[in-house]
């Protein structure tokens, strides 16, 4: 399996050493290229690398790009999947503008995409506050974290890696990516939903760890309307929620659970 790999390990429990083995979870570098036209010649760029576990690849970079506006959905031709290597190459007659380039998208595993000037920046790139068509139940969202672990197989057997999951608002399981890092996790759930074109006003996102600005941003250019996670979310998650109308539900466990936005939106 290319997302576990067996090491040698020295267990040490109850005065006793073991010599063993134990799984872990994989990391290694994805770079993610774009390949389209410009006055009939073909422009090749590597717009990001990131530290990823392997799988679900081509669902990452859809997400990424997508979520980022690097591309639009219907201008995407096909995904190239290689070693470590993905390329997107965008529709005859689809000229991406240089300003998409103008980032730095190195990211780690751990920290994602830093540095962006937050609600200001939002606002001018055409980001609209979310009209919430649905509310969700709280005795649902307390099921969340319980059937989201059920279905985290490589977590199970490594305990190395975050997972993020959707749900419709009336908690009827959609999909699940796992990834050693939070960003690639959701970045990978978000290109399985574009793939089976499902319509994201009718979803609830749940993390495995905290909630960032980055994680609210993507939620917020795909028009999700609830998050919920099992950590806390930060200080600029919560006020760019509120500005733009994202439920976020925080510390969720079997009995208990923080909203810290979207209040009327939680029955």
Not at 186 to 199: P, S, T, V
Request: aromatic share 8%; with cysteine; hydrophobic share 45%.
């Amino acid at each position: 399996m290319k997302e576990i790999k067996k090491v040698q390990i020295m267990k040490y429990a109850s005065g006793k050493r073991l010599e063993t083995e134990d799984c872990v979870a994989v990391e290694e570098p994805l770079e993610m290229r774009l390949v389209f036209d410009r006055n009939g010649e073909s422009i090749r760029r590597s717009v990001a690398v990131t530290m990823r576990t392997p799988g679900n690849d081509s669902d990452l970079v859809r997400g990424f790009f997508i979520g980022e506006k690097i591309i639009e959905k219907d201008e995407i031709e096909n995904i190239e999947v290689g070693e470590n290597i993905v390329t997107v190459f965008a529709k005859q007659g689809v000229d991406i503008h240089d300003a998409k380039f103008t980032r730095n998208f190195f990211m780690t595993s751990s920290c994602g995409v830093c540095g962006k000037a937050a609600l200001d920046d939002l606002t001018l790139s055409g980001f609209e506050k979310i009209v919430h068509t649905r509310q969700i139940q709280i005795s649902m969202l307390l099921e969340l974290s319980h059937r989201s672990l059920e279905k985290q197989w490589i977590f199970e057997k490594t305990g190395g890696l975050h997972a993020a999951s959707a749900f419709t608002c009336d908690g009827d399981f959609l999909a699940i990516a796992e990834d050693v890092g939070r960003h690639n996790a959701f970045d990978k759930l978000l290109g399985i939903l574009i793939a089976n074109d499902h319509r994201f006003e009718d979803t609830v996102i749940f993390l495995s760890g905290r909630v960032s600005f980055e994680l609210v941003q993507k939620a917020i250019s795909f028009r999700v309307p609830f998050l919920a996670a099992v950590g806390a979310p930060s200080s600029l998650a919560i006020q760019t929620a509120e500005a733009f109308n994202v439920g976020v539900a925080g510390f969720l466990g079997e009995n208990r659970v923080n909203i810290y936005s979207g209040f009327d939106n939680f029955l």
